[in-house]
Nanobody
Framework: QVQLVESGGGLVQAGGSLRLSCVAS????????MGWFRQRPGKEREFVAG????????YYADSVKGRFTISGNNAKNTVYLQMNSLNSEDTAVYYC??????????????????WGQGTQVTVSS
């Protein structure tokens, strides 16, 4: 089992920045990929960004490319999501996810095995 705990959410003005953190505990050595998803009000959960622990390769949704950056610190079992130039469309609950198996489709929630409880990000205009 892997436990994921997100932090760093909050209220920010449009154009501002936030950095989310996700700390993994438990059987973290089995973690292959970590990702961030979000669920906006009234919408389905959607992929935001993903990172391979071994290669460091990163993947982003088109809606966040150039604004968000995912990074990881394997020694601390932590993954980060730096979010810049935030706008109202980024208001959502952000979830951290991890996968123990090989991931071919980073943008599919079914690729991930464990999920955090989520952290709220609200962008005011």
């Amino acid at each position: 089992q892997v436990q994921l705990v997100e932090s760093g959410g909050g209220l920010v003005q449009a154009g501002g920045s936030l950095r989310l953190s996700c700390v993994a505990s438990g059987r973290t050595l089995s973690t292959n990929v970590m990702g961030w998803f979000r669920q906006r009000p009234g919408k389905e959960r959607e992929f935001v960004a993903g990172i391979s622990r071994s290669s460091g390769s990163t993947y982003y949704a088109d809606s966040v490319k150039g604004r968000f950056t995912i990074s990881g610190n394997n020694a601390k079992n932590t993954v980060y999501l730096q979010m810049n130039s935030l706008n109202s469309e980024d208001t959502a609950v952000y979830y951290c996810a991890s996968a123990a198996r090989t991931v071919y489709y980073y943008d599919r929630s079914s690729s991930y095995d464990y999920w955090g409880q989520g952290t709220q990000v609200t962008v005011s205009s």
